[in-house]
Nanobody, 115 residues
Framework: QVQLVESGGGLVQPGGSLRLSCAASGIIFSAYAMRWYRQAPGKERELVAAITSGGITNYADSVKGRFTISRDNAKNTVYLQMNSLKPEDTANYYC?????????WGQGTQVTVSS
């Protein structure tokens, strides 16, 4: 059974930082590209950051320079370090594992940026 379990969300003030984690089980983690998506109320889900199985990263323009995606294949975990958070970063953040046509999702973790 495949599971992706996100953690690390919460309430943070503007300018603050959070680190999200996504622990995977039931897959050969190192073979999968890993992505973080987010969805705010009333908006479509958007891709935030991605990291290939080889470690190549890509970011949405809105988070470049503020967010960093990384992976630890020994721990089957992908991370999203979020710095200089803004109120517009408020959303439910989802972890995604993708390989060819196989696609798995976590349940999401809420991030709220507010003073």
């Amino acid at each position: 059974q495949v599971q992706l379990v996100e953690s690390g969300g919460g309430l943070v003030q503007p300018g603050g930082s959070l680190r999200l984690s996504c622990a995977a089980s039931g897959i050969i983690f190192s073979a999968y590209a890993m992505r973080w998506y987010r969805q705010a109320p009333g908006k479509e889900r958007e891709l935030v950051a991605a990291i290939t199985s080889g470690g190549i990263t890509n970011y949405a323009d809105s988070v470049k320079g503020r967010f960093t995606i990384s992976r630890d294949n020994a721990k089957n975990t992908v991370y999203l370090q979020m710095n200089s958070l803004k109120p517009e970063d408020t959303a439910n953040y989802y972890c995604n594992a993708k390989r060819i046509i196989t696609d798995y999702w976590g349940q999401g973790t809420q991030v709220t940026v507010s003073s």
